[in-house]
T-cell receptor, first 114, second 114 residues
Framework: KQEVTQIPAALSVPEGENLVLNCSFT??????LQWFRQDPGKGLTSLLL?????REQTSGRLNASLDKSSGRSTLYIAASQPGDSATYLCAVRLNTGTASKLTFGTGTRLQVTL | DAGVIQSPRHEVTEMGQEVTLRCKPISGHNSLFWYRQTMMRGLELLIYFNNNVPIDDSGMPEDRFSAKMPNASFSTLKIQPSEPRDSAVYFC????????????FGPGTRLTVT
C-alpha cells in the first residue's frame, strides 16, 4: 500500500526566505506526482504536476523536483511571501490500472511572517 | 469554466438525519472523486467514478454512505443515517482520464452532525 509522508508538519519562516518542503512515498512505481495548496477553509488548488519521466517542473517562484527511485519529491519556494502561507499537500498516482487514484500526504502547514 | 461546484457549502444536521451532498464536475471531465478531510485522518478518497460508473468504493466507510452519478454533470454523496463522527469537510474533484489525470477540486462542504 502506498504511503506518503510530508516533513515537516509545520514550518514558520520570515518573509523573503527560500524554503523546501519534502514529500516521500513508499512505492516508486508512480505515474505522476501532484503538489497542491490549501488555504484555510478552502479547497485544494493544483500547483504543479510532475510526470514520472520528468525530473522537475517550475511555475513562477515554485520548483518541484522528483526522484522516483528514492521515493522523494521536494517543493522549493523562492523568496517566500506572506501570501504563500497555506498548507501544502503532495499526492502520488500509482502506475497501475487505477492511475486516476491519488494518495495524499498529511501536508506541511507553512506560515510566512512579516 | 466555473470549476467544480459543490452544494451546500455548509450543512449542520442532527444525528440520525439524512444528508445529501451535491457535486457538478467540470464540463468535459469524465472522472469524479469524493474525498473526506478530517484533522485526524487527513484527506481520504471515498469513491470515484469513470464515465459515470463507480470504479473504486473501497474508501466508503460503511453502508450508511452511498454515492451516485446519474449523468456526466451531477453526482451525490448521501449519508443515512448521519452520525457525529461523520463531521468533516467533503470534497468533490474531477479530472479527464488521461494523460495526466490532473484533478481539480471543489470548495468543499463542511458537514457538522450534532
Amino acid at each position: 500500500k502506498q504511503e506518503v509522508t510530508q516533513i515537516p508538519a509545520a514550518l514558520s519562516v520570515p518573509e523573503g526566505e527560500n524554503l523546501v518542503l519534502n514529500c516521500s512515498f513508499t512505492d516508486s512505481a508512480i505515474y505522476n506526482l501532484q503538489w497542491f495548496r490549501q488555504d484555510p477553509g478552502k479547497g485544494l488548488t493544483s500547483l504543479l504536476l510532475i510526470q514520472s519521466s520528468q525530473r522537475e517542473q517550475t511555475s513562477g517562484r515554485l520548483n518541484a523536483s522528483l526522484d522516483k527511485s528514492s521515493g522523494r519529491s521536494t517543493l522549493y519556494i523562492a523568496a517566500s511571501q506572506p501570501g504563500d502561507s497555506a498548507t501544502y499537500l503532495c499526492a502520488v498516482r500509482l502506475n497501475t490500472g487505477t492511475a486516476s487514484k491519488l494518495t495524499f500526504g498529511t501536508g506541511t502547514r507553512l506560515q510566512v511572517t512579516l | 469554466d466555473a470549476g467544480v461546484i459543490q452544494s451546500p457549502r455548509h450543512e449542520v444536521t442532527e444525528m440520525g438525519q439524512e444528508v445529501t451532498l451535491r457535486c457538478k464536475p467540470i464540463s468535459g471531465h469524465n472522472s469524479l472523486f469524493w474525498y473526506r478531510q478530517t484533522m485526524m485522518r487527513g484527506l481520504e478518497l471515498l469513491i470515484y467514478f469513470n464515465n459515470n460508473v463507480p470504479i473504486d468504493d473501497s474508501g466508503m466507510p460503511e453502508d450508511r454512505f452511498s454515492a451516485k452519478m446519474p449523468n456526466a454533470s451531477f453526482s451525490t454523496l448521501k449519508i443515512q443515517p448521519s452520525e457525529p463522527r461523520d463531521s468533516a469537510v467533503y470534497f468533490c474533484a474531477s479530472s479527464f482520464a488521461g494523460p495526466t489525470y490532473e484533478q481539480y477540486f471543489g470548495p468543499g462542504t463542511r458537514l457538522t452532525v450534532t
